[in-house]
């Protein structure tokens, strides 16, 4: 294995390094089979008992109940914003939605497409620096669904709390799906693309309560229902192999660390050293207001462009690498899921305060 490097991309992410081993040798020969990974029929019966395998590990580590269909579908996350409405809502029915940043605004404007939209929060007035205080979204109570995004990758926010509502709550966890202990049964959908927690682009994770399977329009073509896809154990066509196969070493990985209480702890430690960071001098400003501060997606502004651009070429030279914060917010933004390591997070910690010494 080359020389790596610390990896703070927000996803496509850092994955463990013995994953990446053992990827490396199973595209070229699967399990002594003569047969790359890659070269396998979806059908075949080492494929599908990848697959199963990786369903069990998610079950598992989830604690995802037997009411539950677990799928792996592909069109990324994105998908999933039009989905969601195709499957649940209608031209007369109205979904809430809270409007917390880019991804929320785009699965807006898809649901818009198919039926009514009541926002019931909305912070792209500051810059999407926050999320909502009260959580009762009793309002919701009489509409198809609550939607809500737990973690946003580009803005740093993050729920720690969900929102309470008597109707059905879907959730795009993409940016911090097994990243901290979440009670499955409390949504109808979670969705999350595997890039950035899970494995490699490509494939979508879908957890969804069964009785929602049976309400699409009989007009919705086959490969947007998600009936389709759970009544065929996502084989309906050719699933994401690659992807399903990397989650599962992901997951492998995760049990290996302890599961998710174990990753919990370590997630909160390496948060807790970047915002200490921040909080330690003016020199650095954190994009997200304090309560809530994303422990997935670490947002911050220098005092001057062209000191977050020294930072970054800086930061680049001593193996730290993907600071640069997403065109929309400027600033620097750390990715530092589930796989990052903590040794990385404190090396970023130790060349944060030299900087700030040095150009304060
Ligand atoms: N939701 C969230 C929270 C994301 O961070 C992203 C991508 N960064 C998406 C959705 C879109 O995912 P995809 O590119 O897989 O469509």
């Not at 309002?139 to 740093?156: R, W």
């Not at 400003?285 to 651009?309: D, V």
Request: proline share 5%.
């Amino acid at each position: 294995m080359p020389a790596r490097v610390f990896n703070f991309s927000p996803g496509p992410a850092t994955l463990p390094q013995e994953v990446l081993l053992q990827a490396s040798k199973d595209i070229v020969n699967f399990n002594n089979s003569g047969i790359g990974l890659i070269e396998m029929s979806h059908r075949s019966k080492d494929f599908i008992a990848i697959t199963d395998e990786t369903e069990r590990l998610l079950r598992e580590l989830m604690n995802i109940p037997a009411n539950y269909k677990v799928l792996f579908l592909q069109g990324g996350a994105s998908t999933q914003f039009a989905m969601v409405p195709m499957n649940l809502l209608g031209p007369d029915k109205t979904a809430t939605y809270l409007n917390t940043g880019t991804w929320s605004k785009n699965a807006i404007k898809e649901a818009k497409l198919i039926g009514k939209v009541e926002v019931a929060f909305d912070s792209e007035g500051t810059k999407f620096d926050r999320l909502p205080d009260n959580l009762d979204f009793s309002s919701a109570n009489d509409k198809e669904y609550l939607y809500f995004v737990s973690n946003n990758t580009i803005f740093g926010t993050q729920f720690h709390e969900f929102p309470k509502t008597k109707t059905t709550m879907i959730c795009d966890m993409s940016s911090d799906i097994l990243s901290r202990p979440v009670d499955v049964s409390s949504f109808g959908i979670i969705f999350a693309g595997a890039q950035k927690n899970m494995g490699t682009a490509g494939c979508t994770v879908v957890i969804i309560r069964d009785d929602l399977l049976d309400l699409a329009p009989a007009t919705l073509p086959t490969m947007f229902k998600y009936k389709t896809h759970a009544d065929k154990g996502s084989m309906f066509n050719t699933p994401p192999c690659f992807g399903i196969y990397t989650v599962g070493l992901v997951l492998k990985w995760l049990q290996a660390q302890g599961g998710v209480p174990a990753i919990t702890e370590i997630n909160n430690k390496k948060a807790a050293l970047v915002y200490q960071a921040i909080d330690a001098t003016d020199f650095y400003r954190g994009h997200a207001q304090k309560p809530y501060r994303s422990k997935m997606n670490i947002t911050f502004n220098l005092p001057t462009p062209e000191l977050e651009a020294k930072f970054v070429k800086e930061a680049l030279a001593k193996d730290l690498n993907g600071l640069k914060g997403h065109r929309s917010v400027g600033g620097i933004r750390a990715s530092i899921y589930n796989a990052f390591p903590l040794d990385g997070v404190e090396r970023l910690v130790e060349f944060m305060g030299v900087f700030a010494k040095q150009n304060s």
